[in-house]
């Protein structure tokens, strides 16, 4: 299984979302995404790096910190992620990134080591919070990113500056046809396939250039899609009040908005 | 007077105004144009065809009114129940806001033409 085709399979958890998804790959080892509601909490798989590893190196918490964590964890059942934080060791926001992180690279090293099953094993909520899980189309659009060598929290910032935070929307690549940056406005898995597939055909039809862009108003919101060197951006608005804000911001930050673009690696 | 005239007197009686155009049918299908698309970079009007037959097509949102915005032109696409008004405006002058104003009202005055151009299938 490729990574979208794999990506298909995780977006359709039973209800209510809640669960694991222990995937099988074809070097005989197994490797497990945690979901919440639908949404990504964490994956991991043998091939990857530990999150405590990778927490330690990246913060400077010590290992007795790290194993005294894990051990308190194991006794009350609470995130091991969430623990570190409510005892200061990283802040929430280090959290996130570090999960996320750890979560695409793990996944990433699912898909490279051939996936071929994935089974859904049902539990409670682990109690993530919710501003340390991500989205699907977060999680896909995180792992291109990091396979063309950017950074995916950069490129949703750059998105950001776009949605303000009140619209879903995504940023492509249009040589690839791939995400880069989802929006922190829950955007659907079958949404985001079916958007990415509209912009893309609307951006060619309507040869956008650089910087230019396209917006559609009508009584239920609006879009608009721009373009800025390699990347498309898509925006969707509900309501007149929340398009007319969005096309402001878009047409207003467009002529400097700078975002980091994959850079074509030489044959 | 054909819908052809009336749309070239149209455009160029519409400040910054480059083109006109009247897209009726299924399949939309060019009825009838005055001026010219290339201010858009368009080749022809089959181009304007291609951006409006991508934008009705499953769009997030559906939308009556499109705009594209490059540094050198403002194309509005207006829907109707008839067809599509494709307005070309160069930005040489205007600023956007009124090319943007100036082509509402130039759709508006080309819309008139809409029903008897789809009437027709755009024969003169």
Known sequence: ?267 | MTATQDLDSLCRATPSCAGIALLTGEPLALVAQGGAPTAAGWASWAEAVEAAVALRHEPPIACSEAMLRSSQALVLLESRPEGVVVVVMSLGKATAGLALAQARVAAGKAASSLPAAAASGGAP
Request: charged share 20%; proline share 5%; aromatic share 6%.
């Open chain 1, 1 to 267: 299984m490729g990574l979208f085709t794999m990506f298909a399979k995780l977006a359709e958890p039973p209800p209510p979302g809640t669960g694991a998804w222990r995937i099988h790959t074809s070097d005989g080892h197994e490797g497990v995404v945690l979901m919440e509601a639908g949404r990504v909490c964490w994956a991991n798989h043998d091939a990857a790096n530990r999150l405590s590893d990778e927490i330690e190196r990246r913060y400077g918490v010590s290992h007795a910190t790290i194993e005294q964590v894990i051990r308190s964890c194991r006794e009350s059942g609470k995130p091991f992620g969430a623990s570190l934080v409510e005892e200061g060791s990283i802040t929430a926001k280090q959290l996130t990134a570090a999960l996320r992180d750890h979560t695409c690279r793990s996944i990433l090293a699912l898909v490279k080591a051939g996936v071929y099953q994935c089974d859904w094993v049902p539990h409670q909520g682990a109690g993530y919070a919710p501003e340390t899980t991500i989205s699907l189309a977060q999680t896909v659009s995180s792992c291109v990113a990091l396979i063309k060598g950017l950074a995916p929290e950069e490129m949703e910032r750059s998105l950001e500056v776009m949605l303000g935070g009140e619209a879903p929307g995504m940023l492509l690549h249009a040589d690839s046809r791939l995400p880069l940056a989802s929006s922190q406005k829950m955007l659907g898995w079958t949404e985001m396939r079916s958007w990415l597939t509209w912009a893309l055909r609307v951006e060619a039809a309507c040869k956008l250039s650089s910087r230019g862009f396209v917006a559609g108003r009508g009584a239920a919101g609006g879009w608009i899609i721009w373009r800025c060197g390699a990347l498309v951006g898509l925006a969707v608005a509900h309501g007149e009040d929340a398009q007319r804000r969005l096309q402001l911001r878009v047409s207003a930050a467009l002529p400097t908005w700078t975002c980091p673009e994959p850079v074509d690696k030489p044959a």
